[in-house]
């Protein structure tokens, strides 16, 4: 039997790499980085070190596992806060590109962000939300 076979026999029914542990990986790699960089300060090297190899340890557990069901919602999450955290630049960029155009509000009784343009003097604005109405000036 080829050394393929054999790893493959072995991976049967295990989750293999997927996008979490890809991400676990680079945690590892930029920490064991982070650890050589910032060898002057006392005791930083230590706790970088510590984190990088369990992010690492942890990374080749998933990748070994046989739950894959635990597995795949774990990755799914991982997917759910990926998406959220690029949804809040994405809406960063958004609001830097009109920022010429159009003032945003926060309402005060539930925080949903009001976008109305610029120069129309004092406004009555209307939360779309709750319904509550405050005054600004554009």
């Known amino acids: 039997m ?10 049967y ?10 991400f676990l990986l680079g945690v590892s790699v930029v920490l064991m ?5 910032l060898i002057w300060v006392p005791v930083l090297p230590a706790v970088l070190q510590v984190g990088s190899w369990a992010a690492l340890i942890y990374c080749i557990w998933r990748i070994l596992s046989k739950n894959t069901y635990k597995r795949q919602q774990e990755n799914a999450r991982y997917y759910e806060l990926q998406q ?4 809040w630049f994405r809406t960063l960029k958004e609001r830097w590109q009109q920022r ?9 009784s539930c925080h949903v962000l009001l976008r109305v343009p610029r120069g129309k003097g004092k406004l009555q604005l209307t939360c779309r939300k709750c319904g ?7």
Request: with cysteine.
């Open 100 to 108: 010429k155009e159009y003032k945003f509000f926060r309402c005060p």
């Open 33 to 37: 980085l982070l650890t050589r960089l």
């Open 13 to 22: 029914r295990r989750n293999g790499y997927d996008a979490y542990s890809l």
């Open 84 to 87: 959220a955290f690029f949804r």
């Open 132 to 138: 509550n109405r405050f005054e600004r000036r554009s």
């Open 2 to 11: 080829r050394f393929r076979d054999r790893i493959a026999q072995f991976m």
